[in-house]
């Protein structure tokens, strides 16, 4: 079946949640805070985010604006009362691709939510980006070459997606923590990049038969070409 993320600060609802899409054989990854699921982000790949409303309104809006900005393709359910169904703008959801949950809820309506959004994702095909020789499928994080198939981790993902879309221009270590990590400006390790970098450029490698698209440009930072 698929991984999910559960996003609440509600133990019932987590329980209720974690209970229902277990059942049907899901994979249940629990966080009770945007910033913990962030983090999870970084390490596992999931297939749909459940967000419960208790996170707040602040944060929740937050959350999707980093997930829609190159940290994935990832549909979102809503865990949401009435009210908030019909006030303009006071959820961040994509009507493409989301589903909205009114609480208080039963566990068939959780699972039938992330069924449709599931389908909806499967039948809408895999986007992909090209990468010199390779292709990039931005729903399975998986790099296909004419040599061989490579898996991305969520991270090095991230990384590879954010340089697609500046691709030809040098983008510096800074600025890849900033934005890939999202560390505070003037913060993280330039190591933590180099060593994405190194692993990233190996499955490249992997992949296309030993073609360079990965650049590194002395002082000045990387390049996708």
């Not at 393709?73 to 009210?83: D, I, Q, R």
């Not at 303009?88 to 039938?112: A, Q, W, Y």
Request: hydrophobic fraction near 40%; include cysteine.
């Amino acid at each position: 079946m698929s991984s999910v993320l559960l996003v609440t600060r509600d133990t019932s609802t987590e329980r209720l949640a974690e209970h229902a899409l277990a059942s049907v054989g899901h994979e249940v990854i629990t966080a009770g805070s945007c910033g913990a699921a962030i983090r999870s982000l970084f390490n596992v790949s999931v297939d749909v985010v459940v967000m419960d409303s208790a996170i707040g309104e602040a944060e929740m809006k937050e959350f999707c604006v980093w997930l829609r900005s190159g940290n994935g393709s990832y549909p979102v359910v809503f865990l949401t009362v009435a009210s908030a169904r019909w006030l303009v703008d006071s959820l961040p959801i994509d009507r493409d691709r989301d589903e909205i949950v009114t609480k208080p809820c039963e566990g068939n309506d959780i699972r039938r939510a992330v069924a449709k959004t599931l389908d909806s994702t499967q039948r809408k095909g895999s986007e992909v980006l090209v990468v010199g020789n390779a292709a990039l499928d931005k729903n399975s994080h998986e790099l296909c070459g004419d040599s061989a198939s490579v898996q991305l981790t969520p991270t090095e993902f991230r990384l590879m997606y954010f340089l697609i879309q500046r691709r030809g221009s040098i983008v510096s270590t800074e600025e890849l923590l900033e934005k890939v990590w999202e560390f505070f400006p003037g913060t993280g390790s330039s190591e933590l990049v180099r060593s994405h970098v190194r692993n990233l450029r190996n499955k490249l490698r992997i992949a296309t038969g030993g073609a360079e698209p990965l650049q590194t440009v002395p002082r000045r930072g990387y390049r996708l070409i």
